[in-house]
């Protein structure tokens, strides 16, 4: 793994962790995981592949190189996984349900003499049915037909209309108004005050002061805004991600994607 490699050129070369800390401003827990192949406690592909790269040079080592042996490192655990998760789901799966085989029933034997006097006596209720049900439809004709003939001739009431009601059409919404695109300047101040505009996602350390403030991933889309008496220095793991501003004019980027960058603001 690419750590390993890390590892053993920065122990030949007799340095520490702290060492790579101060010459490359990664911190010292990325870089222990790093080197342990704990790709889960760093921000992020991007992210980690640019402290690598980064790592690599400080070592004087092939920046390129080990980038491509830490995407070789990520395909190879992500085939590992997938093979776990198709043996898992395989020891899982609920076996396949026998099938019944269904004897059939011999049927039960009948004497000779009874199946013919049962199909007799079938055959003539059969007749006397069809005569009742013959003499009761004739009888129910002759007795409608002379109920017509003597009653009136039935009114039949017209279908009452009904009436359809219309639904109103629904009128469009206005439109929202755009926000301008560039952030609003802040009021101005006695000290230092810059706003960043977060393009994509990023890692990022603020310092106010001395003090640290924020530290984490930024998600694209948002602008965020510090403060400070004497100064702000921000540390970037995705330099080509942020835009800044101070007193409502852009700065530009501090570097390209994927790059590491520290800026410090001061007061002017």
């Known amino acids: 793994m690419v750590g390993y490699?890390?590892?053993?050129?920065?122990?030949?070369?007799n340095l520490s962790i702290s060492d790579i800390e101060q010459g490359t401003s990664i911190r010292a827990l990325y870089i222990e995981a790093i080197e342990n192949g704990e790709y889960d406690k760093l921000p992020g592909t991007v992210y980690t592949k640019g402290f690598i790269k980064n790592y690599a040079n400080f070592l004087g080592m092939d920046a390129d190189a080990a980038a491509k042996e830490f995407a070789n490192d990520i395909a190879e655990l992500s085939a590992e996984a997938e093979a776990e998760a198709v043996k898992i789901a395989a020891e899982n799966s609920p076996e396949p349900e026998k099938k019944v085989e269904s004897k059939p029933v011999k049927p039960e034997k009948q004497s000779i003499g009874y199946s013919i006097q049962d199909d007799n006596r079938s055959s003539s209720n059969k007749l006397i049915?069809?005569?009742?049900i013959l003499i009761a439809a004739i009888a129910g004709g002759l007795w409608s037909w002379l109920s017509?003939?003597?009653?009136?001739?039935?009114?039949?009431?017209p279908p009452v209309k009904q009436e359809q009601t219309?639904?109103?059409e629904p009128q469009p919404a206005e439109p929202t108004p755009i926000a301008n695109a560039n952030p609003v300047p802040p009021p101005k101040t006695d000290g230092v005050a810059v706003q960043a505009r977060f393009n994509d996602r990023c890692w990022i350390l603020v310092t106010v002061d001395g003090a640290v403030v924020q530290e984490g991933v930024i998600d694209g889309g948002q602008t965020l805004s510090w403060e400070g008496k004497d100064n702000i220095t921000f540390r970037l793991g995705n330099a080509g991600a942020v835009e800044f501003f101070q007193d409502g004019k852009s700065l530009g980027v501090l570097g390209g994607i994927g790059d590491i960058a520290d800026k410090t603001f001061t007061r002017q």
């Open 5 to 13: 490699t890390l590892r053993q050129e920065r122990e030949r070369q």
């Open 129 to 132: 049915v069809a005569a009742v």
């Open 148 to 157: 017509s003939s003597e009653g009136d001739v039935a009114t039949v009431n």
């Open 166 to 168: 219309v639904q109103p």
